[in-house]
């Protein structure tokens, strides 16, 4: 058994989801051996995904997929509980899902410590299915609901003032994960932000570099979707975990202001029309790269996806180590206007 390093931001142990063992994703070798997750597959019932006397996780049913995994919503049942669960399984047999379950639990354990409690769905269990695939269930966010579908929703004036009033809480979480901890999530998309929005504001204490900010805000955020994440030295910027194949092993990890880029991009040309003239001449500096009329090419183009497409392809430029829509900045370019 290892000793925690405390000079490791990214300590991750899973002896609390039945895997006796931990370790630094700094050198993440110590999860290359897919046999230290266990197999309690039912042999009977292929929807018994875990099948032991004290533990049962059943599949209940599907509810969505994309091109990499499917989501099930599973019961969980113990001796001292039964609850409804998440279940994240790849697409691909024998896929392993387990160093993307270490990174959304360190995830999930740091950002609480940073004012952010809701900052990832905890993790329950990582499992290994009988065709080798490895999978993780996690909690369930209470009155949660994805960001874009949460903007569809509202009028125009209501949807700008939640983009602002989550900037604030957003900026200060991509800075502590990059800047303290080395974590890009690489596909920060408003669908992959659950938000909840309660009934009365919440007063919150924030931090970014220097500044401290307490804000009063309606909202909290929890990331989703850690697929496309990269873990990186805080010094040299080099990626040592690097998921999915969209971004080359060579893309240094991490990058300050790339999650807030990929965003607010997104952000600007599916909700364009939504933003105020100065919150639009805003996004246009966030997102300005030099040598590049992107903003103008995702305003005029009709085909949305390919204006997406180039975006992640700016996300992993290998020239771009840092963008203009750093924390920092945003913070402070926010004060400027008045919503």
Not at 230 to 254: A, E, F, N
Not at 273 to 299: A, H, I, Y
Request: proline letters at 5%.
């Amino acid at each position: 058994m290892c000793v925690k390093d405390k000079r490791c931001h990214v300590w991750v142990s899973l002896e609390s989801l039945g895997i006796p063992i931990q370790g630094c994703l700094r050198d993440p070798s110590w999860l290359r051996d897919p046999r230290i997750v266990p197999c309690d597959h039912s042999i009977f019932n292929p929807s018994v995904y875990i099948d032991l006397p004290t533990l049962k996780l059943t599949c209940l049913k599907t509810v969505s997929h994309g091109k990499f995994g499917y989501i099930d919503l599973a019961l969980y049942e113990t001796k001292t509980e039964r609850k409804e669960v998440y279940v994240k399984r790849p697409i691909m047999a024998g896929k392993s899902l387990l160093v993307e379950a270490c990174i959304q639990r360190c995830v999930g354990e740091y950002l609480p410590l940073a004012g952010f409690p809701m900052g990832a769905p905890q993790i329950t269990r990582i499992f290994r299915l009988h065709d080798g695939s490895i999978c993780f269930a996690m909690e369930p966010i209470e009155g949660a609901i994805t960001m874009d579908h949460y903007l569809d929703t509202l009028t125009p004036q209501m949807a700008q003032h939640t983009i602002v009033s989550c900037l604030f809480e957003m900026c200060s979480m991509m800075w502590h994960l990059s800047t303290m901890v080395g974590i890009n999530h690489r596909d920060l998309k408003p669908s992959n932000f659950l938000i909840v929005k309660h009934d009365q504001p919440l007063r919150k204490i924030i931090t970014i570099q220097n500044d401290i900010l307490e804000i009063e805000t309606s909202y909290s955020l929890t990331l989703i979707d850690f697929g496309f994440s990269c873990v990186g030295t805080l010094d040299s910027h080099t990626s040592i975990i690097s998921l999915s194949s969209i971004y080359r092993k060579q893309d240094p990890c991490p990058k300050d202001g790339r999650d807030l880029y990929l965003f607010l991009g997104l952000l600007y040309i599916d909700y364009y029309d939504l933003l105020t003239v100065d919150l639009r001449k805003l996004f246009e500096q966030w997102l300005e790269v030099p040598g590049s009329n992107l903003c103008r090419f995702m305003r005029k183009h009709r085909d949305k996806r390919e204006a997406k497409e180039w975006l992640y392809f700016i996300a992993g430029d290998e020239n771009i180590k840092e963008y203009r829509s750093c924390p920092v900045r945003i913070i402070r370019d926010l004060h400027q206007i008045q919503l």
